[in-house]
T-cell receptor, first 110, second 117 residues
Framework: GIQVEQSPPDLILQEGANSTLRCNFSDSVNNLQWFHQNPWGQLINLFYIPSGTKQNGRLSATTVATERYSLLYISSSQTTDSGVYFCAVEKETSGSRLTFGEGTQLTVNP | NAGVTQTPKFQVLKTGQSMTLQCAQDMNHEYMSWYRQDPGMGLRLIHYSVGAGITDQGEVPNGYNVSRSTTEDFPLRLLSAAPSQTSVYFC????????????????FGPGTRLTVT
């Protein structure tokens, strides 16, 4: 199956700092999503981005499918950004059989 | 819309007991999935369904059964609980056609925290 590697595994920031999270995957994919798991355990879909660039407020993501990686950018971080960020991929498009990375644990200190 | 709902939120079982985790979605999604999350790890796929009456195994299906009799519901059955099944279980749904556009994002329920003693 597809291997998904996320880096860094842990990241500690001061409020207001910027950060870049990386996701590498071992095979071509047609579905790539970024999720945020908040401290209460809820998983929130941030981006569906099998290729290209998207932005949503302070967050943006870029996937370079030909080079098998995706980046998640967080600008002007806030304490509410804390949690675990997961990258998940699938060879098909459906989103029903995602393979997850092990996540990046982000802590934003005030 | 309630989105994806799961019951119960917490459950404690003794080894050998059976139970059903309930999952429902009201977004008219075709696809539904069950994942488990163990401490410090990402999610692993247990079973999934691409429509009513159609299910298939994921990465870690042993010890679990599923069925999909309606589009809305996708229950997960633990046949004979084992301590190795202590985990947080997430149900998710995806794939819809809305106003001419396909949507492939996966949406998750709040999870069920299961402990097997």
């Amino acid at each position: 199956g597809i291997q998904v590697e996320q880096s860094p595994p842990d990241l500690i920031l001061q409020e207001g700092a910027n950060s870049t999270l990386r996701c590498n995957f071992s095979d071509s994919v047609n579905n790539l999503q970024w999720f945020h798991q908040n401290p209460w355990g809820q998983l929130i879909n941030l981006f569906y981005i099998p290729s290209g660039t998207k932005q949503n407020g302070r967050l943006s993501a870029t996937t370079v499918a030909t080079e098998r990686y995706s980046l998640l950018y967080i600008s002007s971080s806030q304490t509410t950004d804390s949690g675990v960020y997961f990258c998940a991929v699938e060879k098909e498009t459906s989103g029903s059989r995602l393979t997850f990375g092990e996540g990046t644990q982000l802590t934003v200190n005030p | 819309n309630a989105g994806v709902t799961q019951t119960p939120k917490f459950q404690v079982l003794k080894t050998g007991q059976s139970m059903t985790l309930q999952c429902a979605q009201d977004m008219n999604h075709e696809y539904m999935s069950w994942y488990r999350q163990d401490p410090g790890m990402g999610l692993r796929l247990i079973h999934y369904s691409v429509g009513a009456g159609i299910t298939d195994q994921g990465e870690v299906p042993n010890g679990y059964n599923v069925s999909r009799s309606t589009t809305e519901d996708f229950p997960l059955r633990l046949l004979s609980a084992a301590p190795s099944q202590t985990s947080v279980y997430f149900c998710a749904s995806s794939f819809s056609l809305n106003r001419g556009a396909y949507s492939y994002e996966q949406y998750f329920g709040p999870g069920t925290r299961l402990t097997v003693t």
